[in-house]
């Protein structure tokens, strides 16, 4: 059963910084363009930023550009978010997902993990 699992979130005052992980499980995701998605309250989910399978390309949001930093590591088959100059409007729960190879679908989601960045 593949599996996705996220850590590392938590209480950081505005300014702050943390750095989520990823773990894979069950299978290998190393061939997979992996994202990163987060959903505040009463929001819809947003699209956060991604990587692609080798580490080459990332792609992030307007909103996180600048300040949030996805990197990799298949050795381990871990995907990391670094998030630096929190701001408040940063707080929500983070999900991790791995699309499928050779389309656009995240497929495999985490149960994701909570920030919450205060003033």
């Known amino acids: 059963q593949a599996q996705l699992v996220e850590s590392g979130g938590g209480l950081v005052q505005a300014g702050g910084s943390l750095r989520l992980s990823c773990a894979a499980s069950?299978?290998?995701?190393?061939?997979?363009?992996m994202g990163w998605f987060r959903q505040a309250p009463g929001k819809e989910r947003e699209f956060v930023g991604a990587?692609?399978?080798?580490?080459?390309?990332?792609y992030y949001a307007d909103s996180v550009k600048g300040r949030f930093t996805i990197s990799r590591d298949n050795t381990k088959n871990t995907v990391y978010l670094q998030m630096n100059s929190l701001k408040p409007e940063d707080t929500a729960v983070y999900h991790c997902?791995?699309?499928?190879?050779?389309?656009?679908?995240?497929?495999?989601w985490g149960q994701g993990t909570l920030v919450t960045v205060s003033e």
């Open positions: 990587i692609t399978w080798s580490g080459d390309y990332t």
């Open positions: 997902a791995a699309r499928l190879v050779g389309t656009t679908q995240f497929e495999y």
């Open positions: 069950g299978r290998t995701f190393s061939r997979n363009t």
